[in-house]
């Protein structure tokens, strides 16, 4: 009986004692939103005055978007060691040792002018690779290339000078041919390239053939540069040559192309080299 006994008195005090729980809850409720509140107005507050600090201003991206660009390091190789892919030679920068001999020449798998055996159909190991992809391109565009000539040995140098010293003088062979320790060609990273049935072989108008123009526009993609550019005789201390290519590397050659300098003289800022 005692349990169902529940006095009006005793549900006024529950009611009373529900009531002030919820003012309570209510007041617990408003004091949080009051110091919620605090936060947010001191967080914004800050917000603003370190965007201020910072000099940023509300127009100014959040998100800035940064393309590395990696510094391109001209020292990387040596411009002086023959046995660099870098190295320098013209007529003011003789190979030395003048009488240098490359130590991994071998004749890349491409179409040749001559014997497979002949040293004038060898380069330096990564040149010759090189120069496969290029030929292979070059198939590729309908374009068929043939190696004319690489390597030249230091020795059979000294003999073609001396024949062209011999039936034109001196000033005619200089024209025509570089001195022994001064050819591109005896470091084994030079290239003559021509057509595979021969029209304009090492001849100027190679150039304006579809494969000189091909190989003009796209060999730097596999390393190599035409050496010798049209205009830039007093430079180079060359005739243009559009036959004669050099392997660089993808790196400086595409930079070269990139950045629209022709000449290593110029990029590497080796003063000209007109004559000897
Ligand atoms: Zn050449």
Redesign the pocket.
């Known amino acids: 009986m005692a349990a169902t006994a529940v006095s009006p008195r005793h549900v006024e005090t529950s009611s009373t004692h529900i009531n002030s729980s919820v003012s309570y809850i209510l007041i617990e409720m408003r004091k949080q939103f009051v110091l919620l509140g605090l936060i947010i107005v001191l967080l914004f507050g800050f917000h603003t005055l370190s965007n201020r600090a910072d000099g940023d201003s509300d127009n100014s991206p959040k998100v800035v978007t940064t393309t590395a660009v990696k510094p391109f390091n001209k020292s990387q190789y040596s411009l002086t060691d023959p046995s660099s892919i870098w190295v320098v030679v013209n007529k003011q920068r003789p190979l030395d040792p003048k009488p240098y001999i490359p130590g991994d020449l071998q004749t890349p798998k491409v179409a040749l002018r001559q014997p497979a055996d002949y040293s004038s159909m060898k380069l330096r190991k990564e040149a010759a690779n090189a120069l496969e992809k290029l030929f292979k391109a070059a198939e590729d565009n309908k374009t068929p290339l043939r190696l004319?000539?690489g390597y030249r040995s230091y020795n059979y140098q000294v003999s073609l000078y001396a024949g062209y010293v011999q039936k034109e003088g001196q000033v005619s062979a200089d024209a025509e041919s570089a001195r022994p320790g001064f050819?591109?060609?005896q470091t084994g990273l030079?290239?003559?390239v021509g057509m595979t049935n021969a029209t304009c072989d090492?001849e100027q108008c190679f150039g304006d053939t579809p494969a000189g123009k091909w190989v003009a526009a796209e060999s730097y993609k596999y390393g190599f540069i035409i050496?010798?550019p049209q205009g830039l005789t007093q430079v180079t201390g060359y005739e243009y040559?559009p036959?004669?290519i050099r392997y660089v590397g993808v790196d400086l050659a595409t930079q070269m192309h990139d950045s629209g300098v022709q000449t290593m003289e110029q990029f590497f800022n080796l003063g000209d080299a007109p004559d000897y």
């Open positions: 004319s000539s050819s591109e060609h030079a290239v003559d090492v050496r010798y040559e036959w004669h």
